[in-house]
């Protein structure tokens, strides 16, 4: 492919500090890294106590099992998102009740939301897709109005924020009772695989201290407030490696001007369809949203024939979800409830992601827009 989808973005600072894990024989989970990592993300966003997961999957997992969900309960899940979002819970023996996207965007409709709540509710999981912020105003009061949890799985959202009614700026991953963050060689910081789970209210983290620690009080351990850790509470192995986080940690040091040519891309690709008349759809983002360039995408009744016209000249186009209420998956489980959502299969089929990676040059740009 002359332009790929997507390409990997390094910094040159990362064999630097995988090379000083090496130095230091300390590679496994809980190092120096992963310290100032953590450090890192508490600081600039305000969010709660952070743990570093090998993915953002294994985040949305540990969320489940802190949030005790269990056969009977029923937790809201968008239908347009990467399976991840609902396997989690699905895992649990949970009850799964799909809500459909916003007519103009991908993201959960709160009105659908507010819907589909029942006695049996236990918890909403929102999706920021592609790193446009949810309706959090209204997604956060339903969530008091029942009393339910919130999980923001906001894999793709680094570095996104939602703009308050005065003007103020409040960062995703920092809205709910947990938030999910992924470092896949996909999103726009990358460790190749890793993830973070964000938790903001206080009554879960001594709890995911233990479940973290695969189940036993070794951080009180570490902390040398006990003489020997034991197996105390349910658990696995979510931690990263040092190598992992020293290479998450040189990509975040330059986390300003990656974040910069993205935008700077993504701004390219958004004034060239505004200009222009064409048949494709642009997304609309929300007022309320403050994204992080994260995908360039647009609709189209004809995606097919679009996407094979630039693969023709070795660009790569692609599509991404497809609605989960469409999925060999759903067919199978009784367990999981859904109507019809016909926005997140409008999304399903006409949605074209177009080439966007942190390096992208303008040229390329400019060569994907002459042959879209
Ligand atoms: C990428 C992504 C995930 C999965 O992230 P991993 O780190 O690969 O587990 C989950 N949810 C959404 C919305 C994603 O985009």
Same mark, same amino acid.
Request: charged content about 20%; overall charge negative.
């Given at each position: 492919?002359?332009?790929?989808?997507?390409?990997?973005y390094? &910094?040159?600072?990362?064999?630097?500090?995988?090379?000083?894990?090496?130095?230091?024989?300390?590679?496994?989970?809980?190092? %120096?890294? &992963? =310290?100032?990592?953590?450090?890192?993300? %508490?600081?600039?966003?305000?969010?709660?106590? @952070?743990? $570093?997961? &090998?993915?953002?999957?294994?985040?949305?997992?540990?969320?489940a099992?802190?949030l005790?969900?269990?056969?009977?309960?029923?937790?809201?899940?968008?239908?347009? &998102?990467?399976?991840?979002t609902?396997?989690?819970?699905a895992?649990?023996?949970?009850?799964?009740?799909?809500?459909?996207?916003?007519?103009?965007?991908?993201?959960?409709?709160?009105?659908?939301?507010?819907?589909?709540?029942?006695? =049996?509710?236990?918890a909403?999981?929102?999706?920021?897709?592609?790193?446009?912020?949810?309706?959090?105003?209204?997604?956060?009061?339903? @969530?008091?109005?029942?009393? /339910?949890a919130?999980?923001?799985?906001?894999?793709?959202?680094?570095?996104?924020?939602?703009?308050?009614?005065d003007?103020?700026?409040?960062?995703?991953?920092?809205?709910?009772?947990?938030?999910?963050?992924?470092?896949?060689?996909?999103?726009?910081?990358? @460790?190749?695989?890793?993830?973070?789970?964000?938790?903001?209210?206080?009554?879960?983290?001594?709890?995911?201290?233990?479940?973290?620690?695969?189940?036993t009080?070794?951080?009180?351990?570490?902390?040398?407030?006990?003489? =020997?850790y034991?197996?105390?509470?349910?658990?696995?192995?979510?931690?990263?490696?040092?190598?992992?986080?020293?290479?998450?940690?040189?990509?975040?040091?330059? /986390?300003?001007?990656?974040?910069?040519?993205?935008?700077?891309?993504?701004?390219?690709?958004?004034?060239?369809? =505004?200009? @222009?008349?064409?048949?494709?759809?642009?997304?609309?983002?929300?007022?309320?949203?403050?994204?992080?360039?994260?995908?360039?995408?647009? $609709?189209?009744n004809?995606r097919?024939?679009?996407?094979?016209?630039?693969?023709?000249?070795?660009?790569?186009?692609?599509?991404?979800?497809?609605?989960l209420?469409?999925?060999?998956?759903?067919?199978?489980n009784?367990?999981?409830?859904s109507k019809?959502?016909?926005?997140?299969?409008?999304?399903?089929?006409?949605?074209?992601?177009?080439?966007?990676?942190n390096?992208?040059?303008n %040229?390329?740009?400019?060569?994907?827009?002459?042959?879209?």
């Open positions: 492919m002359k332009i790929p989808f997507n390409q990997v390094l &910094t040159g600072d990362e064999e630097k500090f995988i090379a000083q894990t090496m130095a230091n024989k300390k590679i496994g989970a809980g190092g %120096e890294f &992963t =310290k100032r990592t953590v450090d890192f993300f %508490e600081k600039r966003y305000q969010f709660g106590k @952070c743990f $570093l997961t &090998t993915s953002c999957t294994s985040a949305l997992e540990m969320a099992l802190l005790d969900v269990r056969a009977g309960d029923e937790i809201i899940v968008p239908a347009y &998102t990467f399976v991840s609902a396997n989690a819970f895992l649990k023996g949970a009850q799964l009740v799909f809500a459909d996207s916003q007519e103009n965007h991908p993201n959960i409709d709160a009105n659908r939301i507010a819907q589909l709540i029942t006695e =049996k509710t236990k909403i999981v929102v999706v920021h897709y592609a790193g446009d912020a949810c309706e959090m105003k209204k997604i956060t009061a339903l @969530c008091r109005k029942h009393n /339910l919130l999980i923001e799985d906001a894999a793709q959202a680094i570095n996104s924020f939602y703009k308050h009614e003007g103020s700026l409040q960062a995703l991953g920092s809205f709910g009772d947990f938030a999910t963050f992924s470092f896949h060689e996909s999103k726009n910081i990358t @460790c190749g695989e890793g993830g973070m789970l964000v938790i903001n209210n206080p009554t879960y983290i001594e709890r995911a201290e233990v479940v973290y620690q695969k189940g009080n070794r951080t009180q351990f570490l902390k040398n407030e006990i003489d =020997k034991e197996w105390v509470d349910l658990g696995s192995s979510y931690a990263i490696s040092e190598l992992n986080a020293a290479f998450l940690w040189a990509q975040l040091l330059h /986390l300003d001007e990656i974040q910069a040519m993205r935008k700077e891309a993504w701004s390219r690709y958004f004034r060239f369809f =505004k200009s @222009c008349n064409l048949n494709q759809k642009l997304p609309s983002i929300p007022n309320y949203s403050v994204g992080n360039a994260h995908i360039f995408f647009l $609709l189209s004809n097919a024939t679009c996407l094979e016209k630039l693969a023709e000249k070795e660009i790569q186009a692609t599509f991404h979800f497809s609605s209420n469409q999925s060999p998956y759903f067919e199978t009784s367990l999981i409830r019809k959502n016909d926005n997140a299969d409008q999304f399903s089929q006409q949605l074209i992601r177009l080439p966007l990676y390096a992208i040059q %040229e390329q740009i400019d060569s994907v827009l002459e042959n879209f």
